[in-house]
């Protein structure tokens, strides 16, 4: 990617980011896998979880950013972290698990990449996903919407391709033929916010990245205004001040046969 992901602005809501991570994890029934893949693993949020319940297995992180892979060795030494890109992975010898918890949204081709993925997963194996599923949500299309109005038009074309992420049917047709098991799920999650600047701090380090990375020093605090603006009038305060805000996910297991 063209901007170097930022380990500080990811990890300000470590605790909200980790969340589905467990409860995607806390649906795996395998017991004791010897070899666990954290496919896009970020600064290492996701993986501490999985080394916490498999203590016994050899646990790896792939991310493309060493930014966060560094961010993730000094945070949790008692993992394996090393580069790598999802769109191609293919792991010397196949893992128990591969998990992805809000990866797989930033790889396009779904219909290539899913089953690619599934077949590198062990026989008897797990291939356990989470994805937001929100590219619709008001947080996500008022960014398009400022990213379209100002003199940094041209510029911010493309920055962010529309969502990979399809519906839970779509998962269902892909994997059900392929797999010994499958369950699909969605969980939107209703994050109590301080106010905008906390709405746009969350996304500072995820779904604004791609713009505010061709934007200049000059141009991000105009487009931020302008952004936070349009926040106000699509998140009102509630009775405390606070900001709801929505956050749906999908999240799916597919279990490999034999």
């Not at 500080?8 to 991570?21: C, E, S, W």
């Not at 646990?59 to 060493?66: E, K, P």
């Not at 809000?102 to 077949?119: I, K, N, T, Y």
């Not at 998140?235 to 956050?247: M, N, S, T, V």
Request: aromatic share 10%; glycine share 8%.
């Amino acid at each position: 990617m063209a901007h170097e992901w930022d380990a500080g602005h990811y990890l300000r809501f470590a605790d909200a980011r980790t969340l589905p991570a467990i409860d995607l994890l806390s649906r795996i029934a395998l017991e004791a896998p010897r070899s666990v893949v954290d496919l896009g693993c970020g600064p290492g949020n996701s993986t501490a979880p999985l080394k916490a319940r498999w203590p016994h297995a050899a646990v790896t992180g792939i991310d493309s950013s060493a930014e966060l892979l560094d961010t993730a060795r000094r945070d949790h030494p008692g993992a394996r972290f090393v580069a790598g890109d999802i769109r191609d992975w293919a792991p010397p010898k196949p893992p128990d698990v591969v998990f992805a918890n809000a990866s797989l949204q930033w790889v396009g081709d779904h219909q290539r990449l899913m089953p690619h993925l599934f077949e590198q997963v062990g026989p008897g194996g797990v291939f356990a996903v989470q994805m937001p599923r929100n590219h619709d949500f008001a947080t996500h299309a008022l960014m398009r919407r400022v990213a379209d109005e100002g003199d940094w038009r041209d510029r911010l074309v493309g920055a962010r391709e529309p969502s990979p992420v399809k519906p839970p049917e779509f998962y269902y047709d892909l994997f059900a033929p392929r797999s010994a098991g499958f369950t699909v799920w969605e969980t939107n999650y209703i994050q109590v916010m301080d106010g905008v600047e906390a709405v746009i701090a969350w996304l500072h380090g995820t779904g604004l990245r791609p713009f505010l990375a061709r934007l200049s020093e000059a141009e991000r605090p105009v487009f931020l205004d302008r952004y936070a603006a349009l926040l106000k009038d699509a998140y009102p305060a509630r009775a405390d001040g606070k900001i709801l805000l929505p956050y749906p996910r999908l999240f799916f297991i597919a279990v490999r046969p034999g």
